[in-house]
């Protein structure tokens, strides 16, 4: 059976795509992939999406998409995909042993955290190496940690920590942050935090679990050891699309292209939308703004097609 | 708590893990996003493997004495125990697909 709609990925992206394309009839199905509800599964407190005043919880907020679009007859696929090919209607994408066939498929398969890709990290990953500060800060309660990175995510990091640890030391490569003005001070006034301003992780240090970070300056190239129990990495993230390096048009970055100020990919019939296409805004509403086009847009061309 | 799947405590945690069946613990918590994507995957895990493979849940909030005997620092963190024996140990959540090839060797 082909679907009029095939949806690859469950952020705000794919689930808001979902409730538009169930909502106009199109009966969408939507591959989920294992990192369900994406990257706001991650987060704590969600204070910038529109319609929630107190804040609301990342995943709550997922699950809360998820539900909407469900409602709506969305059938949800709780797999990852394993191949697609992309070179002729109807398009086809793999679950293992299980093909999908579909006239317009929405790629919303968002970005994943980059790691530093230093020695001992990758050794020391669960051992006090980490990307997600509400999973494991946990684990850190009266201990001292560093978080890498600058951006509105390592903010988010390391205030968070902060509740748990006894110190927090930020290690950013400039001389200030890049996140918004509100985090940034946020962060700055916080008593247990420090920062190590123009300077980079270049080794984790321990044996069984991190005992601390070897530093570089990045002005003066003077090296130094700062001791911590734990390393949280932010320093940003890379788009989801390995799948589609041979089928579709992909910026140095890997982002997908699209056509200016729609959701089209260079194969007509593709569509992307949020942070697999954006790395720009990269935020929840953005995400959804562009997953509601990316519906739009496909919803046309079937009309168009008479699909 | 899914039908297939056995909640251990600090107090059961070493006579569960004890059996010479392999029994894979995974250490969670309810603030955990990473560890509710696991869910789904272990429970199927669970009922298709039954008899051959024990998977048990941890909640490292309201059990931190057996989280720390094993220096849990990330979750969910997955371990593979037979005779009381540390087998294997996978940190951080993963596919289904990728899990049950971890798994392999097993449950063969």
Known sequence: MTEKVLILGSGPAGLTAAIYAARADLAPVLIEGFERGGQLMLTTDVENYPGFPDGIMGPELMEAFRKQAERFGTKIISSDITSVDLSERPFKVWVGEDLYEAETLIISTGASARWLDVPGEHRLRGYGVSACATCDGFFFRDKDLAVVGGGDSAMEEASFLTKFASKVTIVH????????????????????????????????????????????????????????????????????????QDELELDKGGYIVTELGTTKTSVEGVFAAGDVVDHVYQQAVTA??????????????????EV | MGKNTTEATDATFAELVGESTPTLVDFWAEWCGPCKM???????????QSGKLNVLKLNVDENQQTAMQYGVMSIPTMIVFKDGQEMKRLVGARSRTQLEAELASFVA
């Open chain 2, 38 to 48: 696991m869910e789904g995957p272990l429970e199927e895990i669970a009922g298709e």
């Open chain 1, 288 to 305: 959804a703004g562009m997953g509601c086009e990316a519906a739009l847009d496909a919803e046309r061309l079937l009309e168009a097609w």
């Open chain 1, 173 to 244: 490569r400039r001389g200030e942050f890049r996140a918004s003005k509100i985090m940034a001070q946020r962060v700055l006034d916080n008593p247990k935090v420090d920062v190590v301003w123009n300077s980079e992780v270049v080794e984790v240090l321990g044996d069984e679990s991190v005992t601390g970070v070897r530093l570089n300056n990045i002005e003066t190239g003077e090296q130094s050891e700062l001791a911590v129990d734990g390393m949280f990495v932010a320093i940003g993230h890379d788009p989801n699309t390995s799948f589609f």
